[in-house]
């Protein structure tokens, strides 16, 4: 495998790791201050939403590695994200 090609999917698997992760870090799961655990509904909407940002992150991996600009990619993650996460970049805090 090429060196490049390695690194990006090196880099599709850090993006997809966070955002899998960064979300559940935004939750308020502090079940000691007395609040009653989720709901299996409850839990499955969760399920179903870090899924669909896992996916929005694949996409914006995949449009950056296509050679999208970043504002393109940006973009259409902040459209992918609308009501899933929170900040322009779908919960995920970036670093420029």
Do not use: W
């Not at 698997?13 to 308020?28: G, K, R, S, T, Y």
């Not at 694949?58 to 449009?63: G, I, P, Q, V, Y």
């Amino acid at each position: 495998m090429h060196p490049e090609k390695n690194g990006g999917m090196m880099m599709v698997a850090a993006i997809l790791a966070l955002a899998v992760a960064m979300p559940v870090f935004a939750h308020d799961h502090d079940h000691k201050k007395g609040n009653k655990p989720h709901s299996a509904a409850e839990i499955k909407k969760d399920v179903a939403d870090h899924r669909a940002m896992a996916e929005a992150h694949l996409n914006a991996a995949k449009c950056l590695e296509g050679g999208q600009s970043e504002k393109t990619c940006h973009a259409q993650l902040a459209k992918d994200c609308k009501g899933l996460a929170i900040g322009k970049y779908c919960g995920m805090k970036h670093r420029h």
